[in-house]
């Protein structure tokens, strides 16, 4: 299936080719190749808009999931009866605030997209953080999906740990 990519900020300079590739890979390790997935990359003003209004957070944000199942058990894939029904939601990437993280800490624009990007499509299938149980549980995926995403790149990516210590 496919991932719709779409660039909505102006404010730092993306390479979509690269984000699409390392999208590609990360479903392919977790075996969501065959569903669609909607990736928007937006600037701190559109993020902030969107956490304000469906977390009622007033802030900007690193990534913000809407998955198509609302239900799902962390581990479980979607079981689509329709053609319609392989999609698996939409992640909203707030590149800004993902580059003032990178320039504040000295990281790859691009690695820690790739890195957020996991983290959102967990969101997706149902892994949430609202206690330390869940996010120990969402931690062990990310640190999975990441492995083998470096196993398959030769890169060196790691789970941002900062999250556990914030409501996102």
């Known amino acids: 299936m496919s991932v719709v990519l779409r660039n909505l900020q102006k404010v730092v300079p993306l ?77 909203f990437l707030g590149v800004q605030f993902v580059m003032a993280q990178c320039k504040e800490d000295s990281l790859d624009l691009h690695g820690v997209l790739a890195v957020v990007t996991a983290h959102g499509i967990c969101h997706l299938l149902g892994y949430r953080h609202e206690t330390e149980e869940e996010w120990t549980e969402m931690l062990q995926k990310e640190s999975y999906i990441l492995s083998e995403y470096n196993r398959l790149t030769g890169r060196h990516l790691e789970p941002l740990m900062k999250r556990c210590s914030q409501d996102r």
């Open 15 to 91: 390479r979509r080719a690269r984000l699409r590739k390392d999208v590609d890979t990360l479903r392919h390790i977790l075996g969501v190749h065959k569903f669609d997935l909607g990736i928007v990359c937006v600037d701190n003003h559109r993020i902030q808009q969107i956490n304000k209004i469906y977390r009622k957070k007033n802030v900007p944000t690193d990534v913000l999931s809407f998955p198509f199942y609302e239900d799902l058990r962390p581990g479980k894939l979607p079981c689509p009866l329709h053609r319609d029904e392989h999609n698996l939601g939409d992640i």
